[in-house]
């Protein structure tokens, strides 16, 4: 579905959107509950960054960033000159259940490519965005461009994946 991108605005989490935290609901509890309990007391304490995404004024969506280092084998760190890595972590993401046809989660993670080239080309090193992904949305990291960072490991309730910040990628909105 296409949308107007004046109705979208795109932002960093402040105390005056608190308020607005109480009638998201992404259909995960513990997700929620990291929304209206846990997130802005992280950010201000400096552990995460967590950007909005709101929808004609209603809060639609949201993802929170933090700081991360991938561990490479030796076949992965070809051409690199350590075996761990900065990485920028997607520590949450979240789409209200009322806002499913409007792709707004991928939106967000392409705000996040580019959040993590700007941090990469102009203030830290930084070579992969991570993530944890549960079992039933690796499909739509890895349209995304993102791999299994442990693809023989079983049972797990959530899949490490990764993207190279400096891999090309398609806007597909």
Do not use: W
Not at 19 to 26: A, H, N, Q, V
Not at 84 to 92: D, E, F, L, Q, T
Not at 132 to 160: H, M, Q
């Amino acid at each position: 579905m296409q949308v107007n991108p004046r109705s979208l605005l795109i932002t960093r989490m402040a105390a005056e959107d608190l308020p607005c935290l109480e009638t998201f609901d992404c259909g995960d509890d513990e997700m929620n509950r990291f929304l209206r309990t846990e997130c802005f007391n992280e950010q201000e304490l400096g552990l995460n960054s967590t950007t909005l995404l709101f929808f004609n004024g209603q809060l639609a969506a949201f993802v929170s960033l933090c700081a991360d280092k991938l561990a490479l084998n030796d076949f992965e760190g070809e051409g690199l000159p350590r075996k761990s890595v900065p990485a920028i972590k997607v520590a949450r993401l979240g789409r209200d259940r009322r806002f499913t046809q409007y792709k707004f989660g991928r939106r967000l993670m392409y705000e996040v490519f580019s959040i993590a080239l700007d941090i990469a080309d102009n203030h830290l090193g930084a070579r992969y965005i991570t993530l944890d992904a549960y079992p039933n949305r690796v499909d739509f990291y890895e349209s995304l461009g993102f791999v299994d960072n442990e693809p023989n490991r079983k049972d797990r309730r959530t899949i490490s994946m990764r993207r190279d910040i400096y891999s090309d990628f398609e806007l597909d909105m």
